[in-house]
């Protein structure tokens, strides 16, 4: 397969059934906070939405189950994020996976952790899913990071080794497998990272993070705090393409760009950060779900 070079791609014209259809389909993140709004959630998302549980500071793993199964009490697809640098043994593991798999959690996302040192014996991803323990605990699917721009910390080149590696253990368990990424605010970094992955035939599900309807302070703050590489110069650019349904930034003119690259040739979905505004979120995407926008 050829990768796609992203700048000779001539301007094509989106189909608002394009975007109403990316936006139906993708996942969405909510924190242990936002339980108490899933109730509405509910008139605003399709049943069995994936929402992911993020892992917050001092959050405790019963907490993450805890909201696990409220999401799958309210009709969704709960899936944890388990930081495996927190993991303070092997037992601990096992109990978190116990429990997920009996609560009817069927995926995990595995990630590092942003942490200097592990607390237990794990300090990759690659080293859990080297145990054989999801597929022991019967779970089939599996998300990991995926990294467009790279790491701050981290050189490009282990990166990419990485992201193979545990594409290809996880495959090698038996494990449909997800590289979902860190947020970006311009595609062709997503993009070129997508269509090399499938020229070097990494069969894995590959889907484009992007930021929720948010304020630009916040916006800042997280890509500062998550380490958004160059495209981080995109917010400062004024959203022209679809209707202004936020005040603020959203993933408006991204959605736009992306509508036009090739699925699944490239990538399969998109998946939306709240940061921490999961129902205003909702919102938007059951507005723009339904065709409440306008294409330039």
Request: overall charge positive; glycine content about 10%.
């Amino acid at each position: 397969m050829t990768q796609l070079k992203v700048e000779s791609m001539a301007p094509t014209v989106v189909h608002p059934a394009s975007i109403a259809r990316l936006v139906r389909e993708c996942s969405i993140e909510m924190n242990i906070q936002d339980a108490p709004h899933l109730n509405r959630a509910r008139a605003l998302l399709p049943a069995g939405k994936k929402i992911y549980v993020s892992h917050l500071p001092k959050q405790t793993y019963l907490q993450t189950l805890e909201a696990c199964r409220e999401v799958r009490e309210a009709g969704f697809d709960p899936v944890p994020h388990l930081p495996v640098r927190l993991l303070g043994s092997e037992r601990v593991l096992d109990e978190f996976l116990q429990a997920a798999s009996r609560d009817g959690v069927a995926e995990m996302l595995l990630i590092a952790g942003d942490y200097p040192q592990a607390t237990g014996p794990y300090s990759t991803v690659a080293e859990i899913l080297r145990t054989g323990k999801l597929g022991d605990f019967g779970f089939r699917r599996v998300s990991m990071a995926g990294h467009p721009e790279g790491h701050p910390k981290v050189p490009l080149a282990e990166i990419r080794r990485a992201e193979r590696e545990k594409v290809e253990l996880a495959r090698a368990a038996g494990l449909q497998v997800t590289l979902l990424t860190k947020f970006f605010f311009e595609a062709p970094p997503f993009v070129e990272w997508a269509s090399g992955l499938r020229a070097d035939g990494v069969g894995a599900r590959l889907v484009a993070g992007l930021s929720g309807p948010a304020s630009a302070a916040t916006l800042f703050r997280y890509a500062m705090r998550c380490g958004v590489g160059p495209s981080i110069r995109a917010l400062g650019a004024r959203p022209t393409s679809l209707v202004k349904l936020m005040g603020d930034h959203g993933p408006e003119k991204l959605i736009e760009a992306l509508a036009v690259v090739p699925r699944p040739e490239v990538y399969d979905g998109l998946h939306l950060f709240t940061f921490g505004g999961f129902l205003r979120t909702c919102e938007w995407l059951h507005r723009v779900g339904e065709g409440g926008f306008d294409v330039a």
